[in-house]
């Protein structure tokens, strides 16, 4: 009777679900459980080979290992009905990473023995594993154990993580198997392929000819072309199922010493997979793009690259990258797209009349985009000597500007609705100018001001002379020392956005219009977060802007981030993840990106997650109350 | 391999015992529960017995024992209402004394673990005694002792389980450390039940410092 209640979980969860109910059975039969508490660290990274596959019956789990320079990475979360340890029990040396409960937690065991048996006797079980696990831990290590930029080099994981489908399903070009040799070489040439299917009467395919056993088959041994095309076709014909990742494809070119692959869905023949075309999906990588970028010279150029960028930035996330290292590339290559369409317009105009430095802000400035980025970008110049250079540079930049703002339109960004842009008179300006508007602002500080002030002052300079931002920076830092009225404003400002109390209780949601029970992640959830790091950063006097940067440059001076920043850190990953993979999943439907997210499509431990942000969100909010409290009163 | 119980007839004790300086998340267990017809010592007795093996905090699910005997005595409706064992049901099955031989052999070098265990062992010690294979040697815990020893230890355990005074029968235990329960009492669902709870206790034993089975008996036999 206790094994029914083994095999009924059994039966619910992948990828025993898949196995017969005798498997099942002998498998319940051998079956014992143990309980972890919150906290225990179940398996350690580097100790002997597991004993047991585990499966989670209740509770969670975190996988996480540690790099050579000693940093945590965090894997994966698993949940119930996930197994872990499988790895390490196929490995047979050690444990690959760690396994932590986040949650009080209690597992079925199945021994090594029965384990590998499953895995002989049921093909499907073990390449669920592989598919589920492997290929995470094989990006992961790669991009980040030792450190290398996922940036450059490791365009090798996308054969992990794309599939045959998505690049090999074409037309086949075939003929009989009665066709002579030039016959067929005849309509390899018509239809420009490397390769050509033969069929037998049947309709089946028999085998495949390809350019090399032209070369090697017949020319070199001076066959005749009319002989018949099946005694120079190659055999046995690989193939791999269209579902398959490229990786398996690669393998078999390599184990066989071919260079086309049979693709086949559902039996039926559906495509030729060519080492080229694995060559031009190793070309779709952010290293690529990026020299894509540079090779670019006009805006016409540019432009059709953007719609490269989301794809790159799909690829990344199947790949299963950490959220921030995604909005870093993202911004990394949009960056470089501005600094183009910059050389482009400094190209266009000459050389500026005065030094000037062109900045970011908002989400840009933080380096924190992700699919869907507007324009928020400035001009700080430097200060003009004489009137004349004054109003040279005004009217220089005036045109620049617009020129810049038009051209980033048609490479993808849309322009800011508020008008923060450059273009906009106000905010292309000479370095005192700047000077005086941050002044103003925090010196009396009213609710625009407080407004300016929350996407202003996340500027970063992005090109051109990079000191002039640096300097406004200095000043900004300077001059914020003790305004405690000031901070004390903004306090009550970012302290009006609070989290959805209660919200999986009562699903406190967006409660009307098209998002009803839905939730804004970027506003109830990022905003928040974001707005504290800033708040923290501004009363610290930290130079950063990116908020990861900012917490960790106050990691060992601000009190709360002391006591509370390695978790703001995670829920900010967690809640950017959140909303990457939303946006992604609607770009793939191909809908309109936003940011609302149903929560009952979540899963336990992802509700679990938000949650725990959320009342984490909710504490620091007390928190900056309580210390300015005076100063709210009199905002 | 160790000789926990004596057989008169054939002296099989080897003099070993179980080894007590072994750590308690590594020990051998073996949780247990009976259904009785009663409670009254003198007028009841054992209808089922169910157990499962633990080493350490791990269930082994695959290793198992139940029986339903027939009891002595008479069966009561009050008692039939708990386990739902019919006396029709009973009188088909054997006798205690020819399954303890095999129970006996199930709990050799294992501590053996209940709820309120003292009550199973007295009539497990009356049949045994009866059946002329001596007496029971097996060092054993009462899970409701520990459960009553964590709750003295202060803020960590009460506050964490609101440790304020309740009841103390396996079904609240279980909801307290959130042990899913259903239907009626069977001994091998409540030794199930009692193996969960057990498991639990033996994570927060070690906070407490309780590292061996030593340390575990101390506060915890009946």
Redesign the interface.
Same mark, same amino acid.
């Given at each position: =009777?206790? $094994?029914d209640e083994?095999i009924e979980f059994l039966g619910s969860v992948p990828p025993f679900q898949f196995l017969d109910g005798d498997a099942l059975k002998s498998i319940?039969?051998? $079956?014992? =459980?143990?309980?972890?508490?919150k906290g225990?660290v179940i398996l350690k990274q580097n100790d002997p080979a597991s004993e047991h596959l585990r499966i989670i019956k209740k509770g969670g789990v975190k996988v996480f290992m540690e790099s050579e320079s000693g940093e945590e990475i965090v894997i994966d979360y698993r949940g119930e009905g996930d197994t872990f340890g499988f790895l390490s029990l196929i490995g047979k040396d050690k444990v690959r990473a760690s396994i932590m409960a986040v949650d009080?937690t209690i597992c079925?065991?199945l021994d090594k023995e029965h384990a590998v048996k499953l895995m002989n006797t049921y093909p499907v079980f073990t390449e669920y594993f592989l598919k589920s696990h492997l290929t995470k831990y094989i990006d992961r290590t790669y991009s980040e154990m030792h450190n290398k930029s996922m940036f450059f080099g490791g365009s090798d994981r996308i054969l992990f993580t794309s599939r045959v489908a998505d690049i090999a399903i074409k037309d086949i070009v075939a003929v009989h198997e009665d066709a002579t040799i030039q016959e067929a070489a005849h309509v390899m040439a018509y239809h420009k392929v490397s390769s050509l299917v033969i069929y037998d009467s049947n309709n089946f395919p028999v085998g495949i000819v390809t350019d090399r056993d032209l070369r090697e088959k017949v020319v070199a041994k001076g066959r005749n072309v009319s002989d018949p095309v099946k005694n120079i076709m190659s055999l046995p014909l690989i193939r791999v199922d269209a579902n398959d990742y490229c990786f398996e494809a690669v393998l078999k070119m390599i184990k066989h010493n071919i260079h086309h692959v049979l693709v086949v869905r559902d039996g039926i023949l559906r495509g030729v997979i060519t080492n080229h075309d694995l060559m031009l999906l190793q070309g779709t990588s952010p290293l690529s793009f990026a020299k894509d970028i540079e090779n670019q010279h006009s805006l016409d150029g540019l432009a059709p690259l953007s719609d490269k960028l989301n794809r790159i930035i799909g690829l990344l996330l199947k790949e299963g990258a950490k959220a921030s290292n995604i909005t870093k590339i993202i911004s990394e290559l949009n960056d470089r797209l501005v600094k183009k369409v910059l050389e482009i317009a400094e190209k266009k105009y000459g050389a500026p009349p005065v030094p000037y430095c062109w900045i970011a802000y908002g989400s840009e400035g933080r380096k924190e985009q992700t699919f869907k980025t507007d324009q928020d970008n400035a001009i700080i110049y430097a200060d003009p000597a004489t009137p004349e250079q004054a109003e040279a540079a005004k009217r220089y930049f005036a045109e620049f500007s617009v020129f810049v703002r038009d051209g980033l339109v048609k490479c993808g960004f849309p322009p800011c609705e508020a008008n923060f842009m450059a273009s906009n008179p106000q905010w292309c300006q000479p370095l005192s100018v700047w000077k005086k508007y941050f002044l103003n602002w925090i010196t009396m500080p009213n609710p625009e001001a407080l407004l300016k002030s929350l996407i202003l002052f996340d500027f970063r300079g992005l090109y051109g002379t990079l000191g002039l931002a640096a300097e406004l920076r200095e000043y900004l830092i300077r001059n914020l020392k003790d305004q405690n009225l000031f901070l004390a404003m903004m306090a009550s400002v970012i302290m009006k956005n609070r989290p959805p109390l209660g919200f999986f209780k009562s699903f406190v949601v967006e409660k009307d219009g098209d998002h009803k029970d839905e939730l804004n992640l970027k506003i109830r959830g990022i905003g928040p977060l974001v707005d504290i790091i800033r708040f923290f950063a501004l009363e610290s006097g930290v130079h950063e802007t990116s908020s990861l940067e900012r917490l960790q440059a106050m990691k060992e001076t601000h009190p709360i981030v002391i006591e509370l920043g390695e978790e703001i850190e995670q829920a900010f990953e967690f809640i950017t993840l959140l909303r990457i993979h939303h946006q992604l999943d609607q770009m793939e439907k191909k809908e309109p990106l936003d940011n609302f997210i149903n929560p009952s499509m979540l899963s336990n431990l992802e509700k679990k997650s938000l949650k725990e942000s959320f009342q984490l969100i909710l504490k620091i909010q007390d928190a900056i109350t309580e210390l300015y409290k005076a100063g709210m009163v009199a905002g | 391999m160790l000789a926990l119980f004596r057989k008169p007839s054939e002296d099989v004790s080897s003099g070993s015992r179980i080894d007590l300086s072994l750590p308690i998340e590594s020990a051998p267990y073996v949780v247990m529960d009976t259904e009785l017809t009663g409670l009254q010592y003198r007028a009841d007795s054992i209808v089922s017995i169910g157990a499962m093996k633990m080493t350490g905090s791990r269930i082994e699910l695959n290793r198992t024992f139940y029986e339903v005997v027939r009891p002595r005595t008479e069966l009561t409706s009050k008692s039939i209402v708990v386990h739902e064992i019919t006396p029709s049901e009973a009188a088909m099955r054997p006798g205690i004394e020819t399954i303890l031989e095999g129970f006996l052999r199930f709990c050799e070098g294992a501590v053996i673990v209940g709820h309120f265990i003292s009550l199973d062992l007295k009539f497990l010690s009356k049949e045994i005694k009866k059946a002329g294979f001596g007496q029971l040697k097996n060092p054993a815990v009462d899970t409701c002792m520990v459960h009553d020893w964590l709750l003295g230890q202060g803020n960590g355990f009460s506050s964490n389980y609101l440790g304020r005074m309740e009841s103390k029968d396996l079904f609240s235990l279980a909801r307290k450390f959130e042990v899913p329960v259903q239907g009626a009492h069977n001994a091998l669902i409540d030794a199930y039940i009692t193996a969960q709870i057990f498991q639990r206790f033996i994570v927060m034993l070690k906070k407490y410092g309780v590292r061996t089975l030593r340390d575990l008996l101390r506060i915890g036999k009946p």
């Open positions: =009777m206790l $094994i083994v319940a039969q051998n $079956i014992s =459980m143990d309980f972890y508490p225990l009080d079925y065991l | -």
